[in-house]
């Protein structure tokens, strides 16, 4: 066992403050990762703040972790001490299932095990995530990460890169496809980027006029101001696919309007409450309302490796880590361009 320091949650209502955690040895086909940078995913303040009503504490939060192998067990053959690794929202699952074996680990049919806010396999170790100084992870949960990236704007691709590359290649963008991207914060503007690498003609949908010329800057080819009803008029059934990342309760019905006959709106998001959906904008047009959770570990690893291709990072702010709480505050003002990366030397 090894001591971590790291920031934790005690309940629901304190603040991250500095922990120390207990990290397992490392086993034959663990990895041990000494962590550079973890950035913080709006999905981290939910479940800090147990918005979702299931979070236990104390919690470490950060599942889009990058850092420098540090040891590595027996088995392992694919990472040596001094490799970059990456580990995102998984640290294991059964790997048995047959969503396991489609290698949609997120889908794992017993429970996969997430990077915090769960437990190992065995259902009674609790999981600590990237807000700490180190982790051990077996290696089929890790990832390779290139060194031709910045490594601090790296560590948001393996949850706000994969979460919305995953729904992208699910439904085939391609060169010309019509993308709308709803909420342009760390998901969304990786989903500008992604979706813009691959060729589609981007529409970026915000409540934030102030966004306009960053959207456009991150390769969106046009803007739509959601906060104005004559969008919704203007832009009626134009898009084959919506990826909808809003953080908050709305209305999606709207947004249904948008597709084209046949197309597919993909939440990502996941608001607190439940919002009524309305059959019309669905059986007029025999559209598609979905849902998609990450990726699976092989599909975060060609998304790691697409992005390298086409130098592809996240937008970030590089915050020391006792600024968190700060930074959560902001995230919910919505003002965070586009992702706080924290840098876990300061620990
Ligand atoms: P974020 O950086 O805070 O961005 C959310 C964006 O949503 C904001 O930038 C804003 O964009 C828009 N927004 C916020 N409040 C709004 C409101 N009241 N009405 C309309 N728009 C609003 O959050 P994130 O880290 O990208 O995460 C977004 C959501 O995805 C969270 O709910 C998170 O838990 C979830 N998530 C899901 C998965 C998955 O696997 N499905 C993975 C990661 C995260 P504009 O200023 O452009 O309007
Ligand atoms: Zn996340
Ligand atoms: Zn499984």
């Not at 947004?255 to 197309?263: A, K, M, N, Q, V």
């Amino acid at each position: 066992m090894t001591t971590a320091k790291v920031y934790a949650a005690a309940s629901a209502t304190s603040p991250l403050a500095p922990f120390q955690i207990e990290r397992r040895a490392t086993g034959l086909h663990d990895v041990q990762i000494e962590i550079a940078y973890c950035g913080i995913c709006h999905s981290d303040l939910h479940q800090v703040r147990n918005e979702w009503g299931n979070s236990t504490y104390p919690m470490v939060p950060g599942h889009e972790i990058v850092g420098r192998v540090t040891a590595v067990g027996a088995h392992v053959k694919g990472l040596k001490v001094g490799d970059l690794a990456g580990v995102g929202c998984l640290v294991d699952s059964c790997r048995a299932c047959p969503s396991c074996q489609r290698h949609l680990e997120q889908f794992c049919e017993k429970g996969a095990a997430f990077s915090y806010n769960g437990t190992e396999m065995d259902r009674t170790t609790p999981t600590y995530g990237g807000y700490s100084s180190s982790v051990v992870v077996d290696e089929a949960f890790t990832l390779k990460i290139s060194p031709k990236l910045d490594l601090a704007a790296t560590a948001p691709l393996l949850c706000a890169g994969i979460t919305t590359y995953s729904p992208l290649r699910h439904w085939k963008t391609k060169k010309g496809d019509k993308v709308g991207v709803v909420g342009l914060g760390g998901l969304g503007h990786m989903a500008v980027k992604i979706a813009a690498a691959m060729g589609a003609e981007v529409t970026m949908l915000s409540t934030s006029k102030a966004k306009e010329a960053d959207a456009r800057k991150l390769g969106a080819h046009h803007f739509g101001l959601t906060s104005d009803d004559t969008t919704f008029k203007q832009l009626a059934g134009q898009f084959d696919l919506i990826i909808d990342t809003i953080s908050a309760p709305h209305d999606y019905n709207k947004y249904l309007g948008l597709l084209r006959i046949e197309g597919a709106m993909v939440l990502l998001g996941v608001p607190p409450e439940p919002t009524p959906v309305s059959a019309f904008p669905l059986i007029m047009g025999r559209r598609t309302l979905s849902g998609s959770l990450i990726g699976g570990l092989q599909e975060t690893q060609e998304m790691l490796d697409f992005c390298a291709e086409h130098g592809i990072v996240s937008e970030i702010e590089l915050i020391p880590v006792q600024q968190v709480n700060a930074a959560y505050e902001r995230m919910l003002k919505n003002d965070v361009r586009y992702r706080f990366v924290l840098d876990l030397k300061t620990l």
